[in-house]
């Protein structure tokens, strides 16, 4: 590993320490090395506040200062150039004079996009893009996707029986998995910013939708309930956490029930509609949890990003079939004594 890689993998472990709280940013981390040696680290840590190179530079102690012009600055996304919530960090870069900036990837958000690298290339700065690229790019996916797509990134998650069942046969309410597999779907729901699941899911399972084994936030719960039929009394409208309810009659707020109405045709199209109102509302990350005709739908439409698919150790005596997964399999986990298996699309970089 070079030196170059060995400080970007610094970057990186900073950079998730704001998993789950950066949306619709990115996370990012920084690091500054005055030869060989770290002088300065920072991280976006929540969205709004300030960028990771902001909180690297400001952490250098007094008696270092003297040091940021003859040092390098790694930095797992591309700089800012832009005025969003914060100053660009380009001008940051250029007022300490920072000599070197090592990154990863592209920040592809309008405005930036290789504007960033430019910048500081022209002002003098020695920029190395590409350490650890391919890792860099998985950590900005979301961010990234969400604005080259203008959609949400779609993480499916659902279990199945070791014969490929999705759920017992009669309205049922099934459970497949173990509870440190329950764990880790909490910790996805604590980095995800809204969770979607169909009107049936929500009849039958009656799920609250939140985050009650793992730390951070609960995801914003939506549910698609075309004609309004589902029951007042489910956990959805407890108002434990905010609910939208995708539907074809009304759009309101009920604010002190916490459940807002969106109306939406679901006619041809609707995914994409979706998608493109949850992006106007910031949305950056969905995970769909089910029925199997959602998650069939998503499929169809080619309208996901990753799949997470637990297996579970015992069938139901009769049961309906799971959907096909159409990607391929990239990484596999024990869980407790279940499988999870991580999809992507096969054309997936
Ligand atoms: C960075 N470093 O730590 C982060 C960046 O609205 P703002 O001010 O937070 O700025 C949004 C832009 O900054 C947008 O391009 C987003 O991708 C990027 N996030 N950039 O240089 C950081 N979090
Ligand atoms: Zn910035």
Same mark, same amino acid.
């Given at each position: /590993?070079? =030196?170059?890689?060995?400080? /970007?993998?610094?970057?990186?472990?900073? &950079?998730?320490?704001?998993?789950?709280?950066?949306?619709?940013?990115?996370?990012?981390?920084?690091?500054?090395?005055?030869?060989? *040696?770290?002088?300065?680290?920072?991280?976006?840590? *929540?969205?709004?506040?300030?960028?990771?190179?902001?909180?690297?530079?400001?952490?250098?102690?007094?008696?270092?200062?003297?040091? $940021?012009?003859?040092?390098?600055?790694?930095?797992?996304?591309?700089?800012?150039?832009?005025?969003?919530?914060?100053?660009?960090?380009?001008?940051?870069? #250029?007022?300490?004079?920072?000599?070197?900036?090592?990154?990863?990837?592209?920040?592809?958000?309008?405005?930036? &996009?290789?504007?960033?690298?430019? %910048?500081?290339?022209?002002?003098?700065?020695?920029?190395?893009?590409?350490?650890?690229?391919?890792?860099? @790019?998985?950590?900005?996916?979301?961010?990234?996707?969400?604005?080259? *797509?203008?959609?949400?990134?779609?993480?499916?998650?659902?279990?199945?029986?070791?014969?490929?069942?999705?759920?017992?046969?009669?309205?049922?309410?099934?459970? $497949?998995?173990?509870?440190?597999?329950?764990?880790?779907?909490?910790?996805?729901?604590?980095?995800?910013?809204?969770?979607? $699941?169909?009107?049936?899911?929500?009849?039958?399972?009656?799920?609250?939708?939140?985050?009650?084994?793992?730390?951070? &936030?609960?995801?914003?719960?939506?549910?698609?309930?075309?004609?309004?039929?589902?029951?007042?009394?489910?956990?959805?409208?407890?108002?434990?956490?905010?609910?939208?309810?995708?539907?074809?009659?009304?759009?309101?707020?009920?604010?002190?029930? @916490?459940?807002?109405? #969106?109306?939406?045709?679901?006619?041809?199209?609707?995914?994409? =509609?979706?998608?493109?109102?949850?992006?106007?509302? @910031?949305?950056?990350?969905?995970?769909?949890?089910?029925?199997?005709?959602? $998650?069939?739908?998503?499929?169809?439409?080619?309208?996901?990003?990753?799949?997470? %698919?637990?297996?579970?150790?015992?069938?139901?005596?009769?049961?309906?079939?799971?959907?096909?997964?159409?990607?391929?399999?990239?990484?596999?986990?024990?869980?407790?004594?279940?499988? #999870? *298996?991580?999809?992507?699309?096969?054309?997936?970089?």
């Amino acid at each position: /590993m070079t =030196r170059d890689e060995r400080y /970007m993998l610094r970057c990186f472990d900073l &950079a998730v320490l704001g998993a789950g709280r950066t949306s619709p940013n990115p996370m990012v981390g920084a690091v500054l090395v005055y030869e060989d *040696r770290i002088i300065g680290e920072g991280f976006h840590a *929540r969205y709004g506040a300030s960028h990771a190179e902001v909180n690297a530079v400001t952490s250098v102690p007094a008696s270092l200062r003297h040091l $940021i012009p003859k040092s390098t600055l790694y930095v797992s996304l591309e700089p800012c150039c832009i005025t969003g919530k914060t100053g660009p960090c380009t001008n940051l870069i #250029l007022e300490q004079g920072i000599p070197r900036v090592v990154v990863s990837c592209l920040d592809l958000s309008p405005g930036v &996009a290789g504007r960033g690298i430019a %910048i500081l290339q022209s002002a003098g700065v020695e920029v190395t893009l590409g350490v650890l690229e391919k890792e860099g @790019k998985h950590l900005s996916r979301f961010r990234n996707h969400f604005v080259t *797509r203008q959609a949400p990134y779609v993480i499916l998650k659902y279990a199945v029986t070791p014969s490929g069942q999705f759920a017992p046969t009669g309205n049922l309410q099934s459970w $497949i998995t173990g509870p440190l597999s329950r764990r880790f779907t909490h910790r996805l729901r604590s980095e995800t910013d809204a969770i979607l $699941i169909g009107a049936r899911t929500a009849a039958i399972d009656n799920p609250q939708l939140d985050n009650r084994y793992y730390f951070g &936030a609960s995801p914003l719960r939506i549910v698609l309930d075309r004609h309004l039929a589902l029951p007042d009394n489910l956990h959805l409208f407890d108002g434990a956490s905010p609910t939208l309810v995708v539907n074809e009659l009304k759009s309101e707020k009920d604010t002190a029930r @916490k459940v807002e109405y #969106l109306h939406i045709d679901f006619g041809e199209g609707f995914l994409p =509609r979706l998608l493109g109102e949850l992006h106007r509302r @910031k949305i950056s990350t969905l995970l769909v949890e089910g029925g199997a005709r959602l $998650i069939r739908s998503f499929y169809d439409a080619g309208l996901w990003q990753e799949a997470y %698919i637990y297996t579970g150790s015992v069938d139901f005596p009769a049961g309906i079939a799971a959907p096909q997964c159409p990607g391929e399999c990239v990484e596999t986990f024990v869980i407790g004594g279940d499988t #999870l *298996r991580l999809y992507r699309p096969l054309s997936s970089e």
